[in-house]
């Protein structure tokens, strides 16, 4: 019986056109694996300088690091209880919610217990009906410890520089990654097209 990947071999498909068939299944290409079979595969230039995406995001933390760092004793205390009051609101308004779905969950959870499974081989239905709603109250409906408004504090000047820092380290560490992969990409498919180059469907407009 044929698979998907020798499919095509009956109807003529070439060797070079098999070989590419395969790769997909391996490093760089592997997430081509399900893609139509005469989508065009890139090969990376060489020389990989920016990486698309990661360089907005450092250039990003880097500005936000920036704003932090230069603001004044006085931006900071607005900052700080600006902060702090959009998170008290933003608690209580969601608890609001939370309360508004429990009754509900509540709602059908007396109805749940108070019905009467038409025989002892139902029971596990009533019993699995009770447990999920009651699970899902539990879980979806507090409004105390971490969802409580008065568990809210105030943002430290120095954790939030702190944290700005540490997002620019990691966007940077990131970026090295990314660099790094792309690489091994760009090399991976430039050494199998040296030894079996793609066939013309398989080579995008811009490599032509």
Sequence with gaps: MSTGITCRILEGQSFESFVWTCARSFGPLVGMRDSAADEPIVILEESI????????????????????????????????????????????????????????????????????????????IKSLMIEQVRSTIEHDCSVSGYHDPDTVKRISRKDEVASAMAAVTRCQDALVMARRSAKFRSTWLQVLESSVPRPPHLVPESER
């Design 49 to 124: 300088g920016d990486v698309p995406g990661h360089e907005e995001v450092l250039e990003g933390a880097k500005v936000k690091l920036a704003a932090l760092e230069s603001r004044s004793d006085d931006e900071w205390e607005i900052l700080i209880e600006e902060k702090y009051q959009e998170e008290r609101a933003r608690k209580v308004a969601r608890n609001k919610v939370r309360l508004e779905e429990k009754k509900v969950y509540e709602a059908m959870l007396r109805k749940a217990q108070a019905w009467e499974p038409p025989s002892k081989d139902h029971l596990g």
